[in-house]
């Protein structure tokens, strides 16, 4: 599976050079990015080196708002990762996605947010085992269940949206699919709140992981380091296996899982900027 999705990453980041018709932005300049909901266009982009942020101006035929990144809140030195976030013109959130990684835990966390909703999503891998736990709007739970093959998973996953008996199924199966079943009746009072089917993670996503942004946003290319750091965390956790995108796909965290491994890309674009992940 590790190497499988190194595979995707090798020609998903647009800064390792798969993607040799780009052509680089003048950094500082403009420029417009095609998306699902039409072209985009990032301006104004200004970079705060002694705080490590960013912003920029981003509009277009649905969106008006400014484009933040920061680095993660808290954790220390062992925490690597950071936030990327759409506000409009009245100071609304319209959509952040916060993505960190404990170095000490082997804790993969992922935050995402509205000016009404928040759901926070930590995986830990424990030997053989996986801990899921989350923060829908103080809602929590956590479910706990054995390491199974992906197609296994969703074998699973699939039998028990329709409804079809798990009991016949070998021990630790049995065990995710009971933690699996769990997991559907905790959400489902979420499954449509702000962060489901929301325009501005979409689009967040799209912007960053566009092969022109990372040239406009960051105006470097990044260590081969980090890019070794990325291609490590990213084989490790990138939230696509968990709970909430198996029964719940069109959350934020779920769409950066729909292409080649658009998690990845948008902590490129982040830890270049920031330096995260560069010894």
């Not at 909901?37 to 509009?59: C, M, Q, Y």
């Amino acid at each position: 599976m590790k190497r499988k999705l190194a595979g995707l990453l090798m020609c998903a980041l647009p800064l390792l050079g798969c993607n040799n018709d780009v052509q680089k932005p003048d950094i500082g300049k403009r420029t417009t990015i095609e998306t699902g909901s039409g072209p985009v266009t990032i301006t104004n982009v200004v970079r705060n080196v002694d705080r490590k942020e960013l912003s920029a101006h981003v509009e277009g035929a649905t969106i008006n708002a400014t484009l933040r990144i920061i680095p993660p809140g808290g954790g220390g030195n062992s925490t690597l990762g950071g936030t990327a976030m759409l506000i409009d013109a009245s100071g609304k959130l319209l959509y952040s996605l916060e993505m960190t990684v404990n170095e000490e835990t082997n804790e993969a966390i992922f935050r995402q947010a509205t000016d009404t909703d928040h759901l926070t999503t930590s995986i830990r891998h424990v030997d053989d085992r996986i801990r899921e736990t989350y923060d829908a709007d103080g809602d929590r739970a956590s479910f706990d269940y054995p390491l199974l093959p992906e197609e296994t998973q969703i074998r699973v996953v699939n039998q028990l949206q329709h409804g079809l008996p798990t009991g016949h199924l070998p021990e630790d199966v049995r065990e995710y699919a009971a933690q699996a079943e769990a997991f559907q009746t905790y959400y489902l009072p979420h499954a449509n709140n702000s962060l489901n089917n929301n325009e501005a993670a979409a689009l967040l996503i799209q912007l960053l992981s566009a092969p022109e942004a990372p040239y406009l946003l960051l105006g470097h290319e990044p260590d081969p380091e980090m890019n070794k750091f990325i291609q490590t965390f990213c084989s490790f956790a990138t939230g696509c296996a968990t709970f909430v995108c198996r029964f719940f796909p069109t959350s934020g965290i779920c769409l950066m899982c729909a292409g080649a491994a658009f998690a990845c890309v948008i902590f490129q674009a982040i830890s270049a900027w920031t330096g995260w992940g560069i010894p």
